[in-house]
């Protein structure tokens, strides 16, 4: 799990380098740490032999971050709400919930194995100068 | 910053002060040691204090919904006092908001146990 605190480390500071407020940054690195630890956890079931890959780009108009896993894959779209009235008492299932929260683009792609997640949070206008 | 916890009684009400993060790996397990720890003790009135908690995460959230579930199963009651901001958001942006009772003031959280 050391590799989720380094991801997320790394994403919160790209994010103020960025210039991102506070709450943008914070968003950012736990979207990024919730997609990582899926990666790591459900993705790739924690087994060492397998790699996860973190890309990271700033185009000036998005903040994007792509993690791969070499895992079986998900249905992301059958997912149980983890907000309904029936989940609410459940003790997992938050995870992919708050990434879509979080950020303002959430992408799946299948890859045969392994799942590719793209992350993009939209950049102000005066946050993407530099 | 790991997850420190401190107790202390007030009025027969456990008070858990949390301080640091509650997340996958940092926080979680004790967090639920504490809380079984304090239930098979016979503590029936259990306050986490989370104003000095400034993360956490999905697994923490979860965390905290197994003990609130945890407490009522087993006949105690578990609120929370103090939210950070983003503990606040977060359970707000979960729902979790309306599973929880949640006090800024901790004497009127100690009255609500009477």
Do not use: C, W
Not at chain 1, 85 to 101: A, K
Not at chain 2, 17 to 30: A, F, K, M, N, W
């Amino acid at each position: 799990m050391e590799s989720v605190g380094e991801v997320e480390a790394t994403a919160e500071r790209l994010a103020t380098e960025a210039g991102l407020d506070e709450d943008q940054t914070f968003h950012i690195a736990m979207a990024v740490r919730e997609a990582t630890v899926n990666a790591v956890l459900h993705g790739n079931d924690y087994d060492p032999a397998r790699q996860i890959d973190v890309i990271f780009e700033n185009t000036g108009e998005d903040f994007i971050f792509t993690i791969t896993d070499e895992g079986r894959g998900f249905d992301p779209d059958h997912l149980p709400d983890p907000s309904a009235p029936e989940n609410l008492l459940r003790g997992t299932g938050r995870g992919i919930f708050l990434i879509r929260s979080l950020m303002d683009e959430v992408h799946f792609r299948q890859l045969h194995p392994g799942t590719e997640l793209t992350l993009i949070k939209h950049l102000a206008p005066a946050a993407g100068k530099t | 910053m790991a997850l420190t916890i401190a107790s202390r009684e007030i009025d027969g009400v456990t008070v858990l002060d949390l301080s640091g993060r509650i997340t996958l790996g940092e926080g979680s397990v004790q967090l639920r040691d504490a809380i079984r720890d304090l239930i098979s003790k016979g503590q029936k009135n259990i306050l986490l204090n989370l104003g000095e908690v400034n993360y956490i995460d999905s697994s923490g959230l979860g965390e905290l919904v197994s003990a609130y579930t945890t407490s009522k199963n087993l006949g105690a009651t578990l609120k929370l006092l103090r939210l950070t901001k983003k503990v606040h958001d977060l359970l707000q942006l979960t729902k979790l908001y309306t599973v929880f009772d949640i006090f800024d003031d901790e004497a009127s959280a100690i009255a609500s146990f009477k």
